[in-house]
């Protein structure tokens, strides 16, 4: 069974940093891509950044290119979310998502595993 468990969320000023964790475990996530999403309060949940456990590919929204950055570390079962240069309106609860696929996926309906989310609030 995948399990995928967040962390690394918190409090920031604008302008600062944050890097997120995803542990994910029950699977060989090497035919897996990946996924970090966010929910603001009162909006829908949408795309961040995806990347392709094998190849290391990546794909990120509009709204955080240039300032976002995901890995991936293949020891650790663990994928990352590098937040620079935070904005108020970056906060959110952040949530990883994992979906068996060679492709990168950017809908949210694409990804059947989530994790439980990690709260990230950006004050200016």
């Known amino acids: 069974?995948?399990?995928?468990?967040?962390?690394?969320?918190?409090?920031v000023q604008?302008?600062?940093?944050?890097?997120?964790s995803c542990a994910a475990s029950g699977r060989t996530f090497r035919t897996y891509a990946m996924g970090w999403f966010r929910q603001a309060p009162g909006k829908e949940r949408e795309f961040v950044a995806t990347i392709n456990w094998s190849s290391g590919n990546t794909y990120y929204a509009d709204?955080?290119?240039?300032?976002?950055?995901?890995?991936?570390?293949?020891?650790?079962?663990?994928?990352?979310?590098?937040?620079?240069s935070l904005k108020p309106e970056d906060t959110a609860v952040y949530y990883c998502a994992a979906e068996q696929s060679p492709r990168l996926r950017v809908g949210v309906y694409e990804y059947d595993y989530w994790g439980q989310g990690t709260q990230v609030t950006v004050s200016s």
């Open 1 to 11: 069974q995948v399990q995928l468990v967040e962390s690394g969320g918190g409090l």
């Open 14 to 20: 604008a302008g600062g940093s944050l890097r997120l």
């Open 63 to 84: 709204s955080v290119k240039g300032r976002f950055t995901i890995s991936r570390d293949n020891a650790k079962n663990t994928v990352y979310l590098q937040m620079n």
